[in-house]
């Protein structure tokens, strides 16, 4: 089983680099981390007394693996979930902060569970979590991919700017799509065929 210490550095070599995407709402990001957590966390690393885009440019990976473990998984308590959810919940959190807990809370209100939609982790978030991952953590974790792969693609239903990163330039699987399925079981993974009916509508 992976360390968090591993999950956090895969998702930094998936975030890559510094990008400054006018279309991204997170502003100048770099391995993932952006502006506004570093000024959040008042991060000014290059010691000028204002947190900008410089000290994003000068964030090493070793800190961006460290403001993940911290803040990204064990503050919000992702650490106290059943063990195959982590990962997934644990990358999700990186890329859509509260989100990924709203959108397991939903998910765990479709399956009967007495759980605030609040996208903080509490007892009853943990409580549930754990029961539904009785006796098949792995159904719990496909389930929550598919809902995390519902999450992106409403997304770009809404906001046509954001459609780059669910489909590819080439037409197929754009980033987010393919983020949420490495999680996800391959028999659970959206044919060619079935990603095209999905977009179908965004022309």
Known sequence: MQSVRQIAEEIVAREGGYVDDPD??????????????????????????????????ALSRA?????????????????????????SLFDMYVN????????????????GYSVAVDGAIGPQTLAAARDAAVPD????????????????????????ASRKYARSKAG?????????EEFLSPRFHMTPAQFQRRVAAWG
Request: proline share 4%.
């Open 24 to 57: 991204d709402p997170g502003g100048a990001t770099k391995y993932g981390v952006t502006i506004h957590t570093m000024r959040r966390l008042g991060l000014d690393l290059t010691g000028d007394g204002i947190v900008g885009a410089a000290d994003v440019r």
């Open 137 to 160: 953590g792995l159904a719990l974790r496909d389930a929550y991919g598919v809902a995390r792969r519902n999450y992106y693609f409403r997304i770009a239903d809404k906001r046509s």
């Open 63 to 87: 800190q961006a693996v460290d403001i993940f473990v911290t803040h990204y998984f064990e503050r919000p308590r992702i650490a106290e979930m059943p063990s195959a959810l982590q990962p």
């Open 96 to 111: 859509a902060g509260g989100n990924a807990v709203k959108i397991l809370q939903r998910m765990l209100r479709d399956m």
């Open 172 to 180: 197929g699987k754009g980033g987010w799509i393919k983020r949420a």
